[in-house]
Every structure is written in structure tokens, then in C-alpha cells.
């Protein structure tokens, strides 16, 4: 493929994040945190009134629109910033923009994005061309 | 930032595991799955191990931690910010383990969250069997200090 510095990469999209996944998560990441798992510990936190998706699902998301981007390559490093929460039913964009090319290596800025809301993720990649 | 005592010093606390953590086939395409992908058929995993696996077996858990650094997990450490830089992909059915330290613990004042430890931890992704690391990854969360608040 042809890439070129400020191409826009095809958005990865979750139509509604689930709450299913974050009881998924809870097991891969060891960690019963129960703002992932329980709305009532969320409400008595001040925190909303819907479960809150774990920070790295929403990193996983900015993974999927990079590989997807760049289907022969590999993510060489990636640096992300969390900004806000993702709540269960939540539609989210993973958006990204070539910044720089070298060889090889690929450099890109990306965000998530939550549907009619702000920007929760963001961050900065590079990605080796297989 | 007179006013308050300083930060635990917990720089340099190891992290360094003692467990084996295995990316079994069933996990990473249930992984894969709940983000809205297949698994790669080429037996490599989800990059988003570079953080599961460092956290599930570092040499502390999420609560030991927070007790380290003097903090109550209970009262909602947040992710600030994570960076990874990966030497090769992460293959499913490999062993690995982890040795990391605590870098800093620095009390700052927030606007929005009030007294707050900002907490930079640092580990590393090896062959069980030894070996240069695959992935060296620093964490940065935010532990609130509500019993410092004004």
C-alpha cells in the first residue's frame, strides 16, 4: 500500500461498548475493580449511572484501528493518554492520521472519540512495515 | 505544596514477578472477540498484552500497589497515561514473565481532582525462560488524595 504523511486512517468503530466485555476483562485483567462491574458502586462514586469501561479495552480499540490500518505491519511503540471515561452503551470512534514517514516506520497520531461526546483516548504510534 | 507531607518515597521498589503468564489460544480470541476482531491467524496475540500480562504478573497486584505507594485501592486510582515499546509481537501459547520498579511517586495539586500522587511504574516482558525483554512498558496513574483535600 501507499502511504502518505497526513493521510487519514479508516476509523475503527464500537457501536455499544458492553458490559458483557468489562466482566470479561475484569478475569484477563485480575483486577474485580467494581466501577467496571457494578452501576451502584459507580453512582455512590459520583462517577455516572452506567458501568465504565476498563482504560486498556479503550487502548485495545486504538490497536484494532491501527492493525487494521496497516495489515502487514506491527505496532513498534504506541503511547496513550486517558482523558475521560467510556460508559457501557456507548458508541466510540478510534481515529488516526499518518504524521511522518521513514523508511519503514510510520508515525501516527490517534484518539477515541465517544459518539456526540469528546475525545477520551489519545495518543501516538509508530508502526513497522512488514 | 508546603502544606502537605511529601509523597511516600517508593522509587525504586521492585515489581519484578515470580509468575509464569501463558497467553492461552481460548483467552486471547475471547479478547480479540469482546474488541470487535478475530484473533490473527498467524499465533500472534492481541498487542493489548503488552499491559495484561505486565499487570497479572508483575511482582505486586493492583491493591499491593496502592498499599505500597500508601493508598486505599478503594478510593479509585485512575490510568494518567500508558506507553509501550514492543521488540517483537506477542505469540500465543508463549511463556513469559515480568521484572519492573516503581519510578516515581510526586504529590501534586489538580484544579479538578484536588491532592493527588502521580505514580510512574515501569516493567518489563521477558521469555520465561530468560532472555532480553520483548516489551518495556512505563504506567502512569493518578492515586486522588481525598484525606489531603481542603
Redesign the interface.
Known amino acids: 500500500m501507499n502511504y502518505q504523511v497526513g493521510d487519514a486512517l479508516p476509523p475503527?468503530v464500537?457501536e455499544c461498548v458492553?458490559p458483557e466485555?468489562m466482566k470479561?476483562?475484569a478475569v484477563?485483567?485480575?483486577?474485580p475493580?467494581p466501577?467496571h462491574l457494578d452501576v451502584e458502586v459507580v453512582k455512590a462514586?459520583g462517577l455516572g449511572d452506567r458501568v465504565i469501561n476498563q482504560?486498556?479495552?479503550n487502548?485495545?480499540?486504538m490497536?484494532?484501528m491501527l492493525?487494521?490500518a496497516f495489515p502487514t505491519g506491527?505496532?513498534?511503540?504506541?503511547?496513550?493518554?486517558?482523558l475521560d471515561n467510556v460508559y457501557a452503551g456507548e458508541k466510540v470512534t478510534a481515529r488516526g492520521t499518518i504524521t511522518a514517514i521513514d523508511g519503514a516506520r510510520i508515525s501516527c497520531e490517534f484518539q477515541l472519540d465517544v459518539d456526540g461526546g469528546s475525545t477520551v483516548n489519545s495518543?501516538t504510534a509508530t508502526v513497522l512495515i512488514g | 505544596m508546603d502544606e502537605f507531607p511529601p509523597a511516600p518515597n517508593v522509587a525504586g521498589v521492585s515489581l519484578d514477578g515470580s509468575k509464569v503468564f501463558i497467553i492461552s489460544a481460548a483467552?486471547n480470541a475471547?479478547?480479540c472477540r469482546?474488541?470487535?476482531?478475530e484473533p490473527a491467524a498467524d499465533g500472534?496475540a492481541?498487542?493489548?498484552y503488552y499491559?495484561?500480562a505486565t499487570?497479572?504478573a508483575m511482582g505486586k497486584?493492583?491493591a499491593g500497589v496502592c498499599e505500597t505507594c500508601e493508598f486505599d485501592?478503594a478510593d479509585?486510582p485512575?490510568?494518567?497515561?500508558?506507553?509501550?515499546?514492543?521488540r517483537g509481537?506477542l505469540m500465543v501459547g508463549e511463556s513469559y514473565k515480568v521484572t519492573g520498579e516503581i519510578l516515581s511517586l510526586v504529590r501534586k495539586q489538580s484544579r479538578k481532582l484536588g491532592v493527588m500522587d502521580v505514580l510512574t511504574y515501569r516493567l518489563r516482558l521477558h521469555p520465561a525462560d530468560g532472555g532480553d525483554a520483548i516489551l518495556e512498558t512505563d504506567n502512569v496513574w493518578v492515586l486522588p488524595r481525598k484525606e489531603l483535600a481542603a
Open positions: 475503527f464500537i458492553s466485555a470479561q476483562w484477563f485483567l485480575a483486577d475493580n466501577i462514586m482504560g486498556p479495552i487502548v485495545a480499540y490497536m484494532n492493525m487494521a506491527r505496532i513498534e511503540t504506541m503511547n496513550s493518554r486517558f495518543g | 483467552e475471547a479478547l469482546s474488541t470487535g476482531i500472534s492481541h498487542p493489548i499491559y495484561i499487570q497479572v497486584t493492583v485501592v479509585g485512575m490510568m494518567g497515561s500508558s506507553g509501550v515499546s514492543f509481537p
